[in-house]
T-cell receptor, first 113, second 115 residues
Framework: SQTIHQWPATLVQPVGSPLSLECTVEGTSNPNLYWYRQAAGRGLQLLFYSVGIGQISSEVPQNLSASRPQDRQFILSSKKLLLSDSGFYLC????????????FGNGTRLTVT | KNQVEQSPQSLIILEGKNCTLQCNYTVSPFSNLRWYKQDTGRGPVSLTIMTFSENTKSNGRYTATLDADTKQSSLHITASQLSDSASYICVVSAEYGGSQGNLIFGKGTKLSVKP
């Protein structure tokens, strides 16, 4: 069966520090991969998605970047965190069909202090 | 502007009771509508996905309905259990490609089931 791993679960970082969140998927090949951010009282916001290795689409211009170095690995990064980067970050995968569901990881709660 | 509005924002019910959550959307083009359940501090889990031609879809005690003419959907929970306490998120897909890069998320309804 397919599983998605996302870590760390919680993270507290000072303003200006770098960020690296990692997500890996097992049990499937060539998945579509996604990074979402969920702010309190707001809907999930798509940050990046990838349909293949090295292919990254950015939905919202901001202080973050994403990379897909391997088929089932998706990394969210920042060189210098801002206070506004605080939030709940979710990685997800889908098989790529238009009716296939998104399968989410359990998220990373990031607090920038 | 593509939007998904959910109501109520929050809801408290007693264990064993039924409840219905609402979702109104203004999304074009419409591809499909999804309901997700999100436990506190966890990632959302898919409950149902409905296409334009589907009016009803069930998943255990969860039944989703879709009226594509009025652009409304509902999620009905039967015989609620304490484990149903969660946020329920309505999501509408506005594309026919496979990337799913154009999903519009509602803010969710927070359901609390009390003993």
């Amino acid at each position: 069966s397919q599983t998605i791993h996302q870590w760390p679960a919680t993270l507290v970082q000072p303003v200006g520090s770098p960020l690296s969140l990692e997500c890996t998927v097992e049990g499937t090949s060539n998945p579509n991969l996604y990074w979402y951010r969920q702010a309190a009282g707001r809907g999930l916001q798509l940050l990046f998605y990838s349909v293949g290795i090295g292919q990254i689409s950015s939905e919202v211009p901001q202080n973050l970047s994403a990379s897909r170095p391997q088929d089932r690995q998706f990394i969210l990064s920042s060189k210098k965190l801002l206070l506004s980067d605080s939030g709940f970050y979710l990685c997800a995968w889908s098989s790529g069909g238009i009716y296939s569901p998104l399968h989410f990881g359990n998220g990373t709660r990031l607090t920038v202090t | 502007k593509n939007q998904v509005e959910q109501s109520p924002q929050s809801l408290i019910i007693l264990e064993g009771k039924n409840c219905t959550l609402q979702c109104n959307y203004t999304v074009s083009p419409f591809s499909n509508l999804r309901w997700y359940k999100q436990d506190t501090g966890r990632g959302p889990v898919s409950l149902t996905i409905m296409t334009f031609s589907e009016n009803t879809k069930s998943n255990g005690r969860y039944t989703a309905t879709l009226d594509a003419d009025t652009k409304q959907s509902s999620l009905h929970i039967t015989a609620s259990q304490l484990s149903d306490s969660a946020s329920y998120i309505c999501v509408v897909s506005a594309e026919y490609g496979g990337s799913q890069g154009n999903l519009i998320f509602g803010k969710g309804t927070k359901l609390s089931v009390k003993p």
